[in-house]
């Protein structure tokens, strides 16, 4: 990224769009490799229900009859019947969907929902991924906030680091589906509901990863910039403020990015055992129960691609931070 | 006349600054009990250049150490000024220089010599006062906006000798300071180091693995050896105060070497 931004203020033009293509062209080739891989692989996936259909329309298929097939190696049916292959790719419910289906279902879900003005209609990932966000975003508020403060009490009090950390891993071997309903029910019970216990389920997941990082990137002032510390008569407080918070940085920044993945699965676990009625997970779940895969697609990557422009903005965050301390060059 | 007044007439003051008599210090550690110190007398006058020298173990960081308040001795006294090392440390009475610069990467140079200021209290008119006279002691003029990285080692190292002039302690501890450094750069250190100790007069305690260095800088040379950790000889330097760098030829320079390796060899450094 540096050196982009070098060799173009130094070699002009030519040399900076070099660089960036020197980025770009492994990145779309990855894409280009994977993208193909899916193609590919729709044809044997899919080609038992494509043959069925051809047969029904009154084509010859090769061996005849669904019985027949059924018990038959996908690839081989596939080679054998390779003229059906194109059918494989447009099926309404594809056992896997090509990517061209799941490109469309997200655009019809989102931009071609905006350009006909129903960009919030219950049918609009933009909708669902909102009601999804807001949860992961304060899940990760929450999430972040106790795990800087758990920490904090562990790096500087010994009885909270024997005493806390235990529970702390315990916490994340919990498997995330078992306790999800409980905590949508009991605080249900109690009469929290809606945003919050979604939001608690994705800071039950986030925090950890916070303090985890955090008490690494505190402790890592070595002895001898403590002792430097120390021949000042510093306080804690001061060392805290100028050498452990400072020093912790890319530390924190670094698990951020994990606690808002975490963060997200978390929103999207705490969707599914209310019903299925918003959210990212909500999609999920109905496309499961009808059998939309191409709808189950849009929504996992909706979901993804919500990650990574949060994860993206965190990185940009730590970029401005750590170029305004002076920490990267 | 008495041997105090008599110095005095040779214009050398000894006041002792750092006294230490029958010190003792043992770690635990898992291997058992390690006597880093074993009764150590020394007294470093106001204005020494004292080096520490011996091997790995010998006990002469330790030494360093204790003076500052990093460890405390199990036995026998140690006194900075007359106090406590503890106390001595709360009337800022040195500043400590560690083998590695230890400047904080996301401060500038003019940031990271006021860190001790700041934590002392300084007046932000003071703490400029204070980064101008030392940037201009160590010759790092102009550099004050820079990060450390754009610094070299040895520009990073004079910056945290800087950092310990800042709060104008009398006493500077300096824990081979030039060791992760090339000989040339060392060289230039050490004089840079002579010229800044004849400015100020300060006491400095220096500790090196460096033969020709602790020749080439003390006013005395402390021969430590290990297990126990101990003195085995003390060397008055007969060299004139002004040291070129090519002193380190001539046969008197040499002799003092030869005692410091006999001392180190008497001491079994060169054992094992």
């Known amino acids: ?329 | 006349m008495a041997p105090l007044d008599e110095e005095r007439m040779n214009g050398v003051a000894q006041d002792p600054v750092i006294v230490a008599e029958k010190l003792d210090l043992t770690f635990q550690t898992n291997d058992g009990a390690v006597q880093a110190l074993r009764d150590v007398n020394l007294t470093i006058n106001k204005g020494d250049f004292v080096s520490f020298i011996g091997p790995s173990g010998c006990g002469k960081t330790t030494f360093l150490r204790v003076a500052a308040a990093l460890e405390h001795p199990t036995g026998g006294t140690l006194s900075v000024n007359g106090m406590t090392p503890d106390e001595a440390r709360q009337q800022r009475a040195y500043g400590y220089v560690f083998q590695a610069a230890g400047l904080y990467p996301w401060r500038t140079i003019a940031k990271n010599i006021k860190l001790p200021l700041e934590i002392m209290g300084y007046s932000k008119e003071s703490q400029q006062e204070h980064l101008e006279r030392v940037l201009k002691l160590v010759d790092l003029e102009g550099f004050g906006e820079k990060f450390p990285w754009q610094l070299s080692g040895g520009m990073q190292q004079r910056a945290s000798i800087a950092r310990a002039l800042a709060f104008d302690a009398d006493i500077l501890l300096m824990d081979e300071p030039f060791g992760a450094l090339d000989e040339i750069v060392r060289d230039h250190l050490n004089e840079q180091l002579l010229a800044l100790w004849e400015r100020t007069g300060k006491t400095i305690g220096f500790v090196t693995h460096s033969i020709p260095e602790a020749v080439y800088l003390s006013t005395r040379i402390v021969v430590m050896s290990p297990r126990p950790g101990r003195i085995t000889d003390v060397i008055e330097s007969t060299l004139p105060r002004e040291r070129p760098l090519d002193i380190r030829d001539t046969p008197e320079f040499l002799e003092i070497a030869h005692r410091v390796r006999e001392g180190l060899r008497a001491g079994h450094a060169y054992d094992d």
């Open chain 1, 1 to 329: 990224m540096s050196d982009a931004a070098i060799a173009s203020s130094s070699g002009g033009f030519g040399t900076g769009a070099r660089a960036v293509w020197d980025v770009v062209l492994p990145v779309v080739v990855v894409v280009a490799v994977i993208i193909g891989a899916w193609y590919v692989a729709c044809v044997p996936m899919n080609i038992k229900e494509a043959l069925t259909q051809a047969e029904r329309a009154g084509a010859v298929v090769e061996p005849a009859g669904a019985k027949e097939r059924r018990d038959m190696s996908a690839v081989g049916l596939a080679l054998a019947n390779s003229a059906y292959a194109r059918d494989t790719l447009n099926q309404e419910r594809p056992r896997l969907p090509a990517p061209h289906q799941v490109g469309q279902e997200l655009w019809n879900t989102t931009g071609g929902m905006v350009l006909n003005g129903k960009a919030f209609s219950k049918r609009s990932l933009i909708y669902h991924g909102w009601v999804t966000l807001s949860a992961t975003v304060l899940g990760f508020a929450i999430g972040t906030v106790a795990g800087v403060g758990l920490a904090i009490g562990i790096v500087h009090s010994r009885v909270m680091n024997m005493a806390v950390m235990p529970w702390a891993i315990a916490s994340q071997t919990i498997p995330i589906l078992a306790i999800a309903p409980m905590i949508i029910v009991v605080l249900n019970s109690i009469g929290v509901t809606g945003l919050l216990p979604k939001a608690l389920i994705s800071a039950y997941l986030s925090f950890f990863p916070v303090a985890v990082g955090m008490v690494k990137g505190l402790r890592s002032p070595d002895n001898m910039q403590l002792d430097l510390l120390s021949t000042y008569s510093a306080s804690q407080s001061e060392t805290f403020w100028k050498l452990r918070l400072p020093s912790s940085m890319p530390y924190f920044f670094t698990s951020m990015k994990i606690g808002m993945a975490a963060s997200l699965v978390g929103a999207i676990v705490g969707e599914l055992p209310t019903g299925a009625v918003r959210g990212l997970g909500a999609r999920l779940l109905a496309g499961s129960y009808y059998g939309q895969t191409v709808q189950i697609w849009a929504a996992l990557f909706a979901a993804a691609i919500l990650a990574a422009v949060l994860v993206g903005v965190i990185g940009l965050l730590q970029r401005m931070t750590l170029k305004k301390m002076g920490m990267v060059h």
